[in-house]
Structure formats: C-alpha cells, structure tokens
Nanobody, 121 residues
Framework: QVQLVESGGGLVQPGGSLKLSCAAS????????MGWYRQAPGKQRELVAA???????NYGDSVKGRFTISRDNTKSTWYLEMNSLNFEDTAVYFC???????????????WGQGTQVTVSS
C-alpha cells in the first residue's frame, strides 16, 4: 500500500558528499514522521536523521553537523545530504516513514529496501 524507494547511494572517497533521496508513493493520507537509518555490517540499525512533519529534526550524534535531512512536500520525497563522509559512514541506508493511509485510523511504519553507501579511498 505504501512504497518507499531510495536512490543516490554509491561509492565516495573520504571527505566527499552524497545525497540520498526517498520517494514515497501509494495510498498515503499523511506522513507524520520520516527519516533515515543505517546499518553497517555486524552492527545494529541506527538513527541517522529524522523529522516530524512541520516539526523538529533530530540527528544521530555521529552525523551532526555533517548530514542534513530535508523534504519536498509537493513530491512526498525527502533527502539526506551527506558531507564530509568518512569510513564509518559506510552502511546500508534505509528510509523510513510513519504513515497514515486512507481508510485506516492508525499510523504504520514503512521502510525502503535500502541503498548502499560505501566510503573508500
């Protein structure tokens, strides 16, 4: 009913930049929260950045000051701009949304399929 599709991952050198996009589609009435998580090999999934619709943003401690989350309301799309990338940023990045769909009262969690970001020299 709701699909999240990430794009923009790839290989980048240390100190470089990438911008990820997440496009939401489907039977969406409202997106309350959206964001990005990542998971490196052997590690738990962790918050990268999140925002509440019309509200505050928050970032994981390791990315504060380097990553920025933003949203294009007209396209149900949000972005993660990543600067000053380092080796520790290598992970699969997942977009996330807390969505109310038409015909239901509740909100549900949805996840994208993930996009690989590799920082390597």
């Amino acid at each position: 009913q709701v699909q999240l599709v990430e794009s923009g991952g790839g290989l980048v050198q240390p100190g470089g930049s990438l911008k990820l996009s997440c496009a939401a589609s489907g039977n969406i009435f409202n997106i309350n929260r959206m964001g990005w998580y990542r998971q490196a090999p052997g590690k738990q999934r962790e918050l990268v950045a999140a925002m509440v619709s019309g509200g505050p943003t928050n970032y994981g401690d390791s990315v504060k000051g380097r990553f920025t989350i933003s949203r294009d309301n007209t396209k149900s799309t949000w972005y993660l701009e990543m600067n000053s990338l380092n080796f520790e940023d290598t992970a699969v990045y997942f977009c996330y949304a807390f969505v109310k769909i038409y015909g239901r009262l509740e909100y549900f969690d949805y996840w994208g399929q993930g996009t690989q970001v590799t920082v390597s020299s």
